[in-house]
Nanobody, 117 residues
């Protein structure tokens, strides 16, 4: 059974930094694209950043230049380094992973990031 476990959320002041980690398990062949989405109160879940297994990245315009996604395929882990955080970055951040040879998606339970002004 595939599980995604996030860590690293918390509360930080505007301008601060956080690093999120997500460890995926339960697949013998690893994962395809992995990444992060977020959902703020009263808003829809939105893409933050994704990275393919081959390291191609896609970022939301709102985080370009501030957030960096990376992954370790050997550890089935994806990271999100967040710098220059803004109050509007406050949300629950969800880890996301795709299986390699079939359609579908897996989600973590979410980790809260709160940025105070």
């Amino acid at each position: 059974q595939v599980q995604l476990v996030e860590s690293g959320g918390g509360q930080v002041q505007a301008g601060g930094s956080l690093i999120l980690s997500c460890a995926a398990s339960g697949s013998t062949v690893g994962f395809g694209a992995m990444g992060w989405y977020r959902q703020a109160p009263g808003k829809q879940r939105e893409l933050v950043a994704t990275m393919t297994r081959g390291a191609n990245t896609n970022y939301a315009d709102s985080v370009k230049g501030r957030f960096t996604i990376s992954r370790d395929n050997a550890k089935n882990t994806v990271y999100l380094q967040m710098k220059s955080l803004k109050p509007e970055d406050t949300a629950v951040y969800y880890c996301y992973a795709e299986p390699r040879f079939q359609r579908g998606s897996y989600w973590g339970q979410g980790t809260q990031v709160t940025v105070s002004s």
